[in-house]
């Protein structure tokens, strides 16, 4: 049995996992999805490739667990800023806050950094289902408040969230982009109510 560098094989099992979780992400953020290989990947953690496979098939499938976990998060993210608030109003800013809050804080370039990444087809549907859960909310505040076509305004407020996170991502002022979107959602919403 190979030497164990913590106290149980399972915590040692966890170590690696997440060791090549994090080199992972370093590769994605420093080089781009294309850079991700299961060598760069095994150069970065000073695991052997072969001892990479016993936790993944493919780089791909590294890179699909990363922006799994940090799709998870994200919501996780959204659900907190937005559990305790009962107008559907302010929900729906307090959402569109965290939401670019999270893009603010530099949390969002590790989602930003997959986007071309060629995913599994079983966990691209997977992160399709992760992206809906995130607009999820945006779909109830407008149902409840009486929106017309909730689903289609739901996915022209996500095209606008989309629009800034580009923008605060190329630099501009995050508080001036969160107020606009902000301001643009509502005015939307009331021309259309």
Request: net charge negative; hydrophobic share 50%; with cysteine.
């Amino acid at each position: 049995m190979p030497a164990i560098d913590a106290p149980t094989v399972a915590e040692h099992r966890q170590r690696r996992h997440d060791a090549l979780i994090a080199a992972t992400c370093t590769i994605l953020l420093n080089e781009g999805a294309a850079a991700v290989t299961m060598a760069s990947v095994a150069a970065r953690t000073g695991l052997s490739r072969t001892a990479i496979y016993e936790y993944y098939r493919s780089a791909n499938d590294i890179v699909a667990d990363v922006v799994v976990d940090e799709m998870l998060a994200w919501n996780d993210h959204l659900t907190a800023a937005t559990a305790d608030i009962a107008d559907p109003g302010q929900r729906l800013e307090a959402w569109l806050r965290a939401a670019l809050g999270y893009v603010t804080d530099g949390r969002h370039a590790i989602v930003r950094a997959t986007a071309d990444a060629s995913l599994p087809p079983a966990r691209r549907a997977q992160v399709r289902s992760l992206h809906q859960q995130l607009a999820a909310p945006i779909v109830s505040a407008l149902t409840e408040l009486h929106v017309a076509e909730p689903e289609q305004v739901a996915a022209f407020i996500w095209g606008t969230v989309d629009a800034a996170t580009r923008r605060i991502e190329a630099g501009r002022a995050s508080e001036d982009e969160v107020d606009a979107v902000v301001t643009f959602t509502f005015a939307g919403i009331t021309a259309i109510a």
